[in-house]
């Protein structure tokens, strides 16, 4: 139930959210160009530490790792304390160039991203107050959008959609399928996304708003 609600929210979220221009601006944060890569150990590692005073990147150690083994790196996100934390082997491989490594850090800088620079927060502040579903689908949501965002920071959507008419798509090496259905899906139908919310959604919300406002007036 909460992984439906959650493809809901995401579909949502990308009517109401240009993903694309998100990536551009994220990227001229940083001092790049929207076509240049994402250097994103030496993001982690030296830029987001002079930008965020409240950052943190720590190295642990295979054997204190005490995440489930598929779990490569995390981000945690406190008042006083933004980490990304990510074990001493993928770091090393990283740091030798491993595409599976680097794209694992840059999806902890998207979640650093979302929450401190773009404020799409979606109810953090309260997260320890909701209930075991409304957890489950607030994770897997913002999961899913830190995927998209990442995809389109590591990749141009015109890297995703070539690839994939030219049947060569080799990012399986560090994106799982359900990562490369979700950014396939948002290339190829981003400007549908907006144009339906445009169309249909707006239209519903501003009568409702307006029947609200009537009511309160003759209230």
């Not at 993928?90 to 979302?114: P, Q």
């Not at 107050?129 to 965002?149: G, P, Q, W, Y």
Request: hydrophobic share 40%; proline share 1%.
């Amino acid at each position: 139930m909460s992984d439906q609600i959650s493809v809901v929210g995401t579909v949502i979220l990308m009517m109401i959210v240009d993903f694309k221009q998100m990536a551009v601006e994220f990227k001229k944060f940083f001092g790049l160009s929207s076509t240049q890569n994402f250097p994103a150990l030496s993001i982690a590692e030296n830029t987001l530490c002079q930008a965020d005073t409240n950052f943190e990147f720590n190295v642990i150690a295979d054997a204190d790792w005490d995440c489930k083994e598929s779990v490569q790196a995390y981000y945690k996100h406190r008042a006083n304390l933004h980490e990304i934390c990510i074990k001493e082997s993928v770091y090393e491989r990283a740091r030798s160039g491993d595409r599976n490594a680097l794209y694992s850090i840059a999806h902890e800088i998207s979640h650093w991203g979302l929450i401190n620079y773009f404020k799409l927060n979606l109810g953090l502040q309260e997260f320890e107050r909701l209930d075991t579903v409304s957890k489950a689908v607030f994770m897997n949501i913002h999961e899913n959008i830190a995927d998209l965002l990442t995809s389109l920071l590591v990749f141009s959507e015109e890297e995703l959609l070539k690839a994939q008419s030219a049947g060569d798509f080799d990012f399986g090496s560090c994106m799982g399928k359900d990562q490369i259905s979700l950014a396939l899906f948002y290339c190829q139908n981003h400007k549908v996304l907006a144009e339906n919310f445009m169309k249909n959604i707006v239209p519903k919300i501003m009568a409702q708003n307006k029947q609200t406002e009537l009511q309160r007036r003759i209230g």
